[in-house]
Structures are given as C-alpha cells and as structure tokens.
C-alpha cells in the first residue's frame, strides 16, 4: 500500500530544498552586484580605508535605523535606551 502522508512528507521536503537552494543563488548573485558597485564606487572615489569604513557604518547605521522605525513605528528610543518618562510639575 502507497504511504500517501510519507510521500507528500518527501515531496515537500525535496521542494523546500529546491526553493531554498533557489533562493540562495539569487541572493549570492544580488549580493556579488552590489559588491562590485561599492567596489567600483570605491575605486572611482579613490577613498581612504579609513573614509570607506566611516561612510560603510553610516550607511549600516542608516538602514538600520530605517527599519527599526519600519517595524516599531515612528517610537524613537531616548537616549540612554531607558524608558521614557513623562515630565511631572
């Protein structure tokens, strides 16, 4: 007798892997493009390691801030990463 929910078990399983091993050639390919962009910014600009550093970690700092206001709204942590507290009189 043909073991139909083993059968369906391995035909998702092979298709996850498919999708997966998909996904992770486009996601190298996306990211070898990007690289040679930077790379060719990079070597146009005739940046120092030091101003290309400074300028990665702004851009880093940039997205990430970008997306943390994408997911928690426009709530803005204060300083110090504390609880903000209302002023009282």
Do not use: W
């Not at 998909?22 to 790379?39: F, G, P, R, T």
């Not at 851009?59 to 206001?69: G, I, P, S």
């Amino acid at each position: 007798m043909v073991d139909y929910k083993r059968l369906l078990e391995r035909t998702l399983e092979t298709r996850f892997k498919e999708l997966e091993k998909e996904y992770n050639e486009e996601k190298a390919k996306e990211c070898e493009a990007l690289h040679n962009d930077i790379a060719d910014v990079i070597a146009k600009h005739k940046a120092t390691v030091q101003n290309v550093l400074f300028v990665l970690e702004m851009v880093r700092f940039e997205l990430l801030r970008a997306k943390y206001e994408q997911l928690m709204g426009s709530a803005i942590v204060p300083p110090g990463g504390g609880v903000k507290r209302e002023a009282s009189l």
